[in-house]
């Protein structure tokens, strides 16, 4: 076991006070057998009221409500969590889907049908031409060395930049442009899964990274596959997810697991920056309450 303290601070700046409507929250990890949060603190300016819910995918939403104007909105986060560190081992997949293409059980098809429906279906003739590269129909291939495949194509195949538009690139943009951010590279990889018939999920969440250094929020895929469930694929790192990656929400479509989502009124050039600082480090054990 380990314990991490997450810290996550997001700032807007204006030129001048606006008021702010209800923003929505994703900071709040999801517990789960290997994640149990020991404690979470979050400040809000300017003041504001806070309650939780559980969204339709099971996400802890934090929604906050405002009364008064400011030139400065800060969302500031602490999180400890305990975490299980063990070794990523080969989880246990259904024989029937040990080979690619497979059919998902009868009794799990149902569930996974708004996992399998494209977020991008314009995007299809894209998908199918990129996606020669790695399968040809008819082809007999072992799933895992598909999804591999999938995970290190998108990652030798382009650039990473850091992005602070608002939304991703469509999937051919990336294809096209062959650079793009973290959540692009996470939905061309879901969208490109779904295409080959995969029930795939957007999840944004946090990394830990190297000792001493900062990251921001990140965001991968979760591809289903029978018996072993859930399994995330970071196409930023070309690696698996494991105990570095934290999951906070994940979606069908990935503006629903946006980390910070609301809305602001006031001149349209108010708006100057956004600021965003994430730590993930290691704790000492001994400090766990």
């Known amino acids: 076991m380990k314990q991490i303290r997450i810290i996550h601070n997001t ?82 997949i259904d024989p029937q889907a040990v080979s690619y293409p497979f059919q998902y059980p009868p009794d799990e098809q149902v569930e996974l049908v708004p996992f399998r429906l494209p977020s991008y279906p314009y995007d299809g003739p894209a998908l199918y031409e990129w996606t020669r590269e790695l399968y040809q129909p008819g082809q007999l291939i072992d799933t895992w060395e598909l999804l591999q495949r999938l995970n290190t194509h998108i990652f030798e195949s382009n650039a990473y930049e850091e992005r602070w538009d608002p939304g991703v690139q469509l999937p051919h943009e990336t294809i096209s442009r062959r650079s793009g951010s973290c959540r692009d ?21 946090y990394i830990q990274m190297s000792e001493g250094q900062h990251g921001s929020t990140h965001a991968w895929t979760e591809i289903y596959v029978p018996g072993a469930g859930w399994q995330g694929f970071d196409p930023t790192n070309n690696k698996r997810a494991g105990v570095e990656h934290i999951s906070v929400a994940v979606a069908r479509a990935q503006e629903k697991a946006a980390p910070i989502a609301g809305s ?17 480090v290691a704790q000492d054990m001994q400090s766990m309450v």
């Open 11 to 92: 700032e807007y700046h204006y030129s001048e006070p606006v008021t702010f409507g209800p923003h929505r929250l994703l900071m709040r990890p999801r517990e789960g057998h290997d994640l149990r949060i020991l404690g979470a603190r979050v400040k809000i300016e300017p003041e504001a009221s806070l309650r939780w819910l559980r969204d339709i995918e099971g996400n802890s939403v934090g929604i906050a409500t405002f009364l008064q104007a400011a030139e400065r909105l800060k969302f500031y986060a602490e999180i400890d969590v305990l975490l299980r560190d063990e070794p990523m081992v080969e989880c246990l």
């Open 185 to 205: 590279f996470a939905v061309l990889m879901m969208e490109a899964a779904r295409h080959l018939g995969f029930a795939a999920r957007f999840v944004t969440g």
């Open 264 to 280: 602001w009124t006031g001149p349209s050039n108010a708006f100057q920056r956004m600021d965003v600082q994430v730590q993930v």
